[in-house]
């Protein structure tokens, strides 16, 4: 075998083991913090961040359909009542609102999600990756949402903002590429759906992945809400949300709304 493939064999095998470790790590932490963390006390709502609903592929980042609808039931037999991210992000709400929003605009949330929110008449937001959804990143093309599926979600009644063109981490570019991610995205969404979007999800979401002068980026292109992906250690004038992981088990996700990860991020 040539040294070359080798190489590349080698890496990828390199790749899954870290994947793995970080996985089971998370798992580790979820578990325990949900024995030993600290409950938060928070005057307003909480505003959940899902990413796919039956794609294995997302990792961590997947939560199956049953226990999506497990999520919603045990919420809602908790008191919680489900509210628009939009009213969250303008209001604060109050205690006992919820909201949800998936990252990425992945197919999942067109084929499985939606049906169950539309079963419990459930608002929800999503935030497409524009280049993604425009077919332009050839090995996930299959993966993602159609122009056509995300204007027929809009047309339903949920909200859509942007996940930036590319999806990078902001905490690594510059301010040109900042730029260019963030008017792109607004463009593109323009183009296909006839609007420019004033709400942000920022990619990956956690407190290195964003910077003020990013910050500053997104309210100069037009950007009026920016989401984080983490509570308490979310970057300055941002909307916080809380993380939603495939290990979220009834009393994983219960731990959740007492706010025992709020301090916590994801890694890898």
């Known amino acids: 075998m040539p040294i070359v493939r080798v190489l590349k064999a080698a890496a990828r095998v390199a790749g899954l083991r870290r994947q793995d470790v970080a996985a089971a790590r998370m798992r580790i932490e979820r578990h325990g913090l949900a024995t030993v963390g600290r409950r938060r006390r928070r005057p307003g709502g909480r505003i959940l961040a899902y990413h796919t609903v039956g794609q294995p592929e997302w990792g961590v980042n997947d939560v199956s359909p049953e226990m ?58 999503f935030f497409p990756v524009t280049e993604w959804t425009d077919q332009k990143v050839d090995w996930i093309a299959d993966k993602v949402m159609t122009w056509d599926e995300v204007g027929e979600l809009l047309e339903e009644g949920a909200e859509v903002g942007s996940h ?18 963030l008017q792109a995205s607004r463009q593109m969404m323009q183009a296909r759906l006839g609007f420019s979007p004033k709400t942000f999800a920022i990619p990956l979401g956690q407190s290195m992945n964003w910077t003020p002068v990013a910050d500053a980026e997104a309210r100069t292109a037009g950007y009026e809400v920016v989401y984080a992906q983490a509570e308490e250690t979310r970057p300055p004038e941002t909307i916080a949300r809380t993380f939603v992981t495939r290990f979220d088990e009834d009393r994983i996700f219960k731990a959740l709304l007492k706010g025992k990860f709020d301090s916590w991020e994801e890694w890898y």
């Open 164 to 181: 930036s063109a590319t999806h990078p981490d902001f905490g690594k570019i510059g301010r040109a590429q900042m730029t260019d991610e």
């Open 68 to 125: 999506f609808r497990r999520h919603i039931e045990l919420a809602t037999s908790l008191g919680y009542r489900f509210v628009s991210p939009q009213e969250l992000a303008l209001t604060g709400g109050s205690p006992q609102d919820l909201a949800i929003t998936f990252d990425d605009g992945m197919k999942s949330v067109f084929t499985h999600a939606a049906p169950i929110l539309r079963e419990y008449a459930l608002p929800y937001a």
